[in-house]
């Protein structure tokens, strides 16, 4: 896995491990291997030659991304170029992260695996050229896109919203922007079927339900205990962020139900969960 230190992949190391010997399951990430270097990524993938790659190494930063062109389409498009090079070479299957960022959000129904993308950022377009080099050169390759994902490890929005609440009275947050949001430790679980079931193609994949950030906001301190805090909606157009985000950012997630019986359950249940194994404090470390 190549990743393996980012906030899902850590959960998917987990679910790994527990299904396989540890000798079987290779994580890397940064410190082992940087991806925009072509050489040094082929060269390493060949001599391990494993029989399936796990690609969830990116800069995901989506602001930082509209401010850094070069560095998010040098990470994220060519970057993934060079696994899949390398996975070519090693006739290795593909695993590959994609986001619902690859959208604009126009569509107002859920989007369906084969729906026409058109990103609205720098994020979304670099992802989007990750995909087509991964279908490009990584035949058969699985793809899967997800989206607004929290985790234990690393931060992330609930991780964001629970230092505020400690820091402030009043929070603003976005209310026109509609999703999933998705708990990588659901997530990986999927991601691991998905692999043992030898599934190709793309598969949208998120914690089902729809909400906006602010909802979204509004439920962490509800069930953390923290609704005293005052939360105000905003426009995106008001918090005044670098990068554009769809308006209008959901998954059908009808294919996975379909081919694997999978279904992930409704993203409030996932993030009591979530909060009631204290996690909010891990993601932090
Ligand atoms: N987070 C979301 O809401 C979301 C939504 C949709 C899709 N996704 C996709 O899901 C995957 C996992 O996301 P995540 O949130 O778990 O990401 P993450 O926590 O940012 O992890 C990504 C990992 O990749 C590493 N990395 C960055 N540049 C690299 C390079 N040049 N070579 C090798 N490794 C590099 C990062 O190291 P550093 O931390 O040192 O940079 C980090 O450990 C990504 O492909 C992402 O695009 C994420």
């Not at 389409?73 to 006739?91: I, Y």
């Amino acid at each position: 896995m190549i990743g393996a230190k980012g906030m899902l992949g850590r959960d998917l190391m987990t679910v790994l491990h527990a299904g396989l010997p540890n000798d079987e399951v290779v994580g890397w990430d940064i410190e082992e291997i940087d991806i925009q270097k072509e050489e040094e990524t082929v060269t390493k993938i060949e001599i391990l030659r494993p029989s399936i790659v796990v690609h969830l190494a990116a800069y995901t930063d989506v602001d930082g991304c509209e401010l850094d062109e070069g560095r998010a389409f040098a990470v994220n498009a060519e970057g993934t170029k060079h696994v899949a090079l390398a996975v070519s070479r090693c006739q290795a299957k593909m695993v590959y992260l994609s986001t619902d960022y690859v959208f604009d959000g126009n569509k107002r129904e859920p989007y369906v695996e084969s729906d026409s993308p058109h990103p609205l950022n720098v994020y979304g377009r670099s992802k989007l050229q990750g995909e087509q080099y991964v279908q490009t050169w990584a035949k058969e390759a699985l793809i899967i896109r997800t989206q607004w994902l929290y985790g234990r490890y690393g931060k992330n929005f609930v991780t964001s919203i629970l230092r505020q609440a400690r820091e402030k009275r009043v929070l603003s947050i976005v209310n026109d922007q509609i999703g999933s949001p998705t708990y990588t430790a659901d997530l990986a679980k999927v991601i691991s079927v998905l692999i043992q079931l030898d599934a190709r193609g793309i598969f949208h994949v998120a914690n089902s339900d729809l909400c906006t950030w602010y909802v979204f906001g509004q439920t962490i301190l509800k069930l953390s205990g923290m609704d005293k805090v005052k939360v105000i909606p905003i426009s995106s157009k008001e918090l005044g962020r670098p990068a554009v985000r769809p308006s209008y950012s959901v998954f059908n997630c009808q294919k996975l139900k379909r081919e694997t019986g999978l279904a992930l359950r409704p993203w409030s249940e996932a993030l009591k969960d979530y909060l009631q194994m204290g996690q909010e404090r891990q993601g932090e470390e």
